[in-house]
């Protein structure tokens, strides 16, 4: 009885640390088999996942963080992409000579030559093909000299008219008004008298052809007193013209579209700028909303807002070719420092198409983020391996360090050492550069299985319940048959 108390007391003692033990050592055995299996249906090895799984703690990632932000990033991510402890992973593999680093920077290196295209083609996707502006408004302009055709059949049944109130009336203006506004005022009544005479015409193309100069007049007058005269008088001629020459407005109509649209592809263009001639997002609202409406005599919506976002893609073009390297760059032109080129850009093209944009944007400057980090800051670390490889390991001074720090048998054990080192990496050397190709192979290939299979290793338990109960019962059991 008393062995049987004392032996049930200490085994009693013992035994949650050896079932622990046991089940510890059990789970561990098991996980092998499961991290291997895991690993290699994910096309790694059980090192790299390990390393991985550490790495996307160490950055305070869990899968579901870790899967959101692939997808944000899109098709082209990394592992590499998601944090700075996996950057640094690939950096240093990237300043190690070996199979490792050409693995990292061939595919860092591929990737980033390849973003041009990838932004372009979004680009196309999402806003559509790229138009030359010059050639849109070649275009237009061809389009108004074809509609110039349409005057000539419609002055051709035109009769001759009166204008003779008219042109009283401008004298009555001339007479009354004084400086720049009486001298063109004046200019604009002697036009409307035949060639060389004092008398008025009565010709229709007289007048039509008035009211074309009083508009190329128009056009750089700044002075608020000579621009509403001129306007006032261009009025009186336009409706004398309506009233003699019946087809005239619809003819105008199609032109005045054309330039309408002329006007629009320029405005697109602007509608990125950072300076003040960008219009804030409800001033192209209002622009987009006023240019739909149509002119008089015409049927159905106007092409004015189609023009807008044709210029706006131009630009878009623009900035894009010659920022074609530079996707920070790209991304302070095309977005801006705040949400107006966003919001504009989904006023012109629709929101979800301009967030595309955006996202494709933003994934290809986390992609050049990457890039720089880990192929221009591993330069320094490359030079120093360059180093040490052709000065040795020890530099040039190994054998006087070696010999101050410890005299002829310092240098001895020095000596023998290094070439016991050397023979280790001999034949450690080739499974190192093994496991650390496997680490950059799944550092830039195969995100998505990886990220299950590091999903599958953080959810493993490391020890087994069901065998430490077993242990101990075991244990326990054995204290109290024994004595019996």
């Not at 509608?271 to 159905?300: I, K, S, Y």
Request: hydrophobic fraction near 40%; avoid cysteine.
């Amino acid at each position: 009885m008393l062995w049987g108390a004392a032996s049930g007391l200490g085994l009693g003692a013992i035994g949650p640390a050896v079932a622990s033990t046991v089940g510890a050592a059990y789970r561990g055995i098991a996980n092998r088999f499961a991290d291997r299996a895991t690993a290699t249906a994910a096309g790694t090895t059980p090192a790299a996942l390990r390393d991985l799984a550490k790495t996307a703690a160490d950055d305070g990632l869990d899968v579901a963080a870790m899967r959101a932000r692939l997808d944000e990033l899109g098709a082209s991510a990394m592992i590499a992409d998601l944090g700075p402890g996996f950057q640094g992973k690939a950096a240093s593999l990237a300043a190690i000579p070996g199979r490792a680093q050409s693995i990292t920077r061939d595919a860092l290196n591929q990737r980033q030559a390849g973003a041009n295209a990838r932004i372009g083609a979004a680009l196309d996707d999402n806003l559509g093909p790229a138009r030359v502006p010059s050639q849109l408004n070649d275009s237009l302009q061809a389009g108004q000299r074809a509609t110039g055709a349409g005057y000539d059949d419609a002055f051709r049944g035109g009769q001759p008219h009166d204008i003779s109130m008219v042109a009283d009336d401008l004298e009555r203006s001339i007479g009354r008004l004084r400086g720049d506004a009486q001298r063109k005022l004046s200019q604009v009544r002697d036009m409307l008298n035949e060639t060389r005479t004092n008398r008025l015409s009565t010709d229709p193309r007289v007048t039509f052809e008035t009211r074309q100069a009083i508009d190329g007049m128009l056009t750089n007058e700044a002075d608020p007193k000579v621009i509403a005269a001129l306007s006032e008088a261009r009025q009186m001629l336009d409706d004398a013209l309506t009233r003699s020459v019946p087809g005239l407005k619809q003819v105008d109509a199609q032109y005045a579209e054309l330039a309408r649209q002329r006007e629009a592809i320029s405005r697109g263009q602007q509608v990125l700028d950072g300076g003040r001639t960008a219009p804030r997002p409800p001033e192209l609202a209002a622009e987009l909303e006023a240019g739909a409406q149509p002119g008089p005599f015409q049927m159905g919506p106007s092409a004015v807002p189609l023009r807008l976002s044709q210029g706006a893609r131009a630009e878009i073009d623009r900035i894009v070719g010659t920022n074609a390297n530079d996707v920070v760059a790209l991304n302070r032109l095309i977005k801006g420092e705040g949400d107006w080129n966003r919001e504009k850009l989904g006023m012109l093209f629709g929101q979800d198409k301009a967030d595309r944009v955006f996202r494709v944007l933003e994934s290809e400057r986390q992609f050049a983020a990457t890039h720089n980090v880990v192929t221009r800051n591993s330069e320094t670390a490359r030079r120093m391996e360059g180093i040490a490889e052709v000065r040795g390991a020890q530099g040039g001074d190994f054998v006087k360090n070696a010999y101050a720090a410890g005299g002829a048998p310092g240098l001895i054990r020095s000596t023998g050492l290094k070439m016991a080192d050397k023979a280790a990496n001999v034949f450690a050397g080739p499974v190192i550069d093994r496991q650390r190709a496997a680490l950059a192979e799944a550092l830039i290939r195969n995100p998505n299985a990886l990220i299950g299979a590091i999903e599958d290793y953080g959810s493993r338990a490391r020890t087994s319940p069901e065998l430490e109960r077993l242990a101990k019962a075991l244990l326990l059991s054995g204290a109290t048959t024994g004595p019996r």
